[in-house]
């Protein structure tokens, strides 16, 4: 299992995820081949960035490109005089009825199919329906979604927030009352796409000495706040119901394909679709040599939907 670590960070003068490198809204590889790595830090407790979202916001593009790719935290603890070891970590689901013979090809292979949690002071699970677990292709649904997300901290730390993101886009948004333990559940209309459901959730970062959470290494702003953090990796949401899952990116395809590359017919088959899928329409027909800020591509987006609108923009800004 090969895992791309802190994909931000710089090193010998190279960022992975670079604008030139890295699309982060399509989630090309801009450097070569399609990116062939199982899983990728979202977390590094000892290599945070200014803005902590930022990795969640690559990891979300590649997911709507359509890799299966694990969101794993670690506290890459070099020392134990500038960092504390164990800080980011990844729990992985397993029988663990006799935890000194947990199976270690068991413990792999549900890592690869994204059965796992991030931490950092925090943990968070989620299921759909009580049935669909993380990692788990959710199908055969009805007309709406029961989204439990349970939050669990240790008595030094504490939630105080919870958030839905479905292909990256937040849907759902939650204050909690800082309880070590607390359980929300939202009903969401059974989308008509395919979507990734992902939980993240915060709380004020620990400052006593026997965990102080370390700024970030390489800031990119002089304004940082400590928090702890925890995420699920994604329900597969097989919203129109073919029994498997397409990507953002797998319905852009189909749709640029099926439209011709007609801008108006394109973008009025998009306009049932969410911005993820819209955004990666954008690429694709940047790619074929379609102007987005002019002609008649860009006169049927000005008169889409909202959410076509802000995936076609978000994609240009990654242009400029």
Same mark, same amino acid.
């Given at each position: 299992?090969?895992?791309?670590?802190?994909?931000?960070?710089?090193?010998?003068?190279?960022?992975?995820?670079?604008?030139?490198?890295?699309?982060?809204?399509?989630?090309?590889?801009?450097?070569?081949? %399609?990116?062939?790595?199982?899983?990728?830090?979202?977390?590094?407790?000892?290599?945070?960035?200014?803005?902590?979202?930022?990795?969640?916001?690559?990891?979300?593009?590649?997911?709507?490109?359509?890799?299966?790719?694990?969101?794993?935290?670690?506290?890459?603890?070099?020392?134990?005089?500038?960092?504390?070891?164990?800080?980011?970590?990844?729990?992985?689901?397993?029988?663990?009825?006799?935890?000194?013979?947990?199976?270690?090809?068991?413990?792999?292979?549900?890592?690869?199919? #994204?059965?796992?949690?991030?931490?950092?002071?925090?943990?968070?699970?989620?299921?759909?329906?009580?049935?669909?677990?993380? #990692?788990?292709?959710?199908?055969?649904?009805?007309?709406?979604?029961?989204?439990?997300?349970?939050?669990?901290?240790?008595?030094?730390?504490?939630?105080?927030?919870?958030?839905?993101?479905?292909?990256?886009?937040?849907?759902?948004?939650?204050?909690?009352?800082?309880?070590?333990?607390?359980?929300?559940?939202?009903?969401?209309?059974?989308?008509?796409?395919?979507?990734?459901?992902?939980?993240?959730?915060?709380?004020?970062?620990?400052?006593?000495?026997?965990?102080?959470?370390?700024?970030?290494?390489?800031?990119?702003?002089?304004?940082?706040?400590?928090?702890?953090?925890?995420?699920?990796?994604?329900?597969?949401?097989?919203?129109? #119901?073919?029994?498997?899952?397409?990507?953002?990116?797998?319905?852009?395809?189909?749709?640029?394909? %099926?439209?011709?590359?007609?801008?108006?017919?394109?973008?009025?088959?998009?306009?049932?679709?969410?911005?993820?899928?819209?955004?990666?329409?954008?690429?694709?027909?940047?790619?074929?040599?379609?102007?987005?800020?002019?002609?008649?591509?860009?006169?049927?987006?000005?008169?889409?939907? %909202?959410?076509?609108?802000?995936?076609?923009?978000?994609?240009?800004?990654?242009?400029?």
């Amino acid at each position: 299992m090969v895992v791309l670590n802190h994909p931000r960070n710089i090193h010998n003068s190279f960022q992975p995820f670079a604008a030139t490198n890295f699309n982060a809204v399509t989630g090309d590889n801009l450097r070569g081949p %399609e990116f062939t790595v199982d899983a990728m830090e979202v977390m590094n407790s000892s290599a945070q960035q200014s803005d902590f979202m930022l990795v969640y916001r690559d990891w979300f593009a590649l997911l709507n490109h359509g890799y299966r790719i694990t969101g794993v935290g670690s506290s890459d603890g070099h020392d134990v005089s500038r960092y504390i070891v164990g800080q980011g970590r990844t729990y992985i689901a397993c029988a663990d009825n006799q935890p000194g013979r947990i199976s270690v090809a068991a413990a792999c292979s549900n890592l690869l199919a #994204g059965r796992a949690l991030v931490s950092l002071g925090l943990l968070v699970d989620m299921d759909v329906n009580e049935q669909f677990k993380v #990692g788990d292709l959710a199908t055969n649904l009805d007309g709406t979604l029961r989204v439990t997300v349970r939050v669990m901290a240790p008595p030094w730390s504490s939630a105080t927030n919870v958030c839905l993101f479905a292909n990256g886009v937040k849907v759902r948004e939650e204050a909690l009352a800082g309880a070590h333990v607390s359980t929300t559940t939202w009903s969401l209309p059974r989308p008509a796409h395919d979507v990734h459901l992902v939980a993240i959730a915060t709380g004020p970062g620990v400052t006593a000495p026997f965990w102080a959470i370390p700024r970030p290494y390489q800031p990119s702003s002089p304004r940082w706040e400590g928090r702890v953090i925890a995420s699920t990796n994604p329900i597969w949401i097989d919203g129109d #119901g073919d029994g498997r899952f397409t990507s953002a990116r797998g319905y852009a395809e189909r749709l640029v394909k %099926e439209s011709s590359a007609d801008p108006a017919r394109l973008v009025s088959a998009l306009n049932r679709f969410d911005e993820a899928v819209a955004a990666q329409a954008a690429g694709l027909m940047a790619a074929a040599g379609q102007s987005l800020d002019s002609g008649k591509l860009a006169e049927s987006v000005n008169s889409a939907t %909202e959410q076509v609108r802000r995936g076609f923009n978000s994609f240009a800004a990654t242009q400029r």
